[in-house]
């Protein structure tokens, strides 16, 4: 059975990733950018598509 469940925190976001939710959080400030693998990985967990994530990314979509 391939269910997966949508992230809905940071925190569960990272857990999936395998990365921490300081570098997730850095994403979404747009202090760093993703490599290409990440962004991969980022919009599959999401359910979008990469241009989707690096646009949100780009936008401070993220940002508080």
Do not use: F, K
């Not at 990365?19 to 997730?24: E, G, K, R």
């Not at 202090?31 to 919009?43: E, F, G, M, N």
């Amino acid at each position: 059975d391939d269910a997966r469940v949508r992230p809905s925190t940071r925190e569960q976001l990272a857990a999936q990733l395998g990365t921490s939710q300081s570098y997730i959080a850095r994403l979404e400030a747009g202090v760093i950018d993703p490599q290409v693998s990440t962004l991969t990985r980022l919009a599959a967990a999401l359910e979008i598509q990469p241009a989707e994530v690096l646009e949100a990314i780009t936008s401070g979509a993220g940002r508080p």
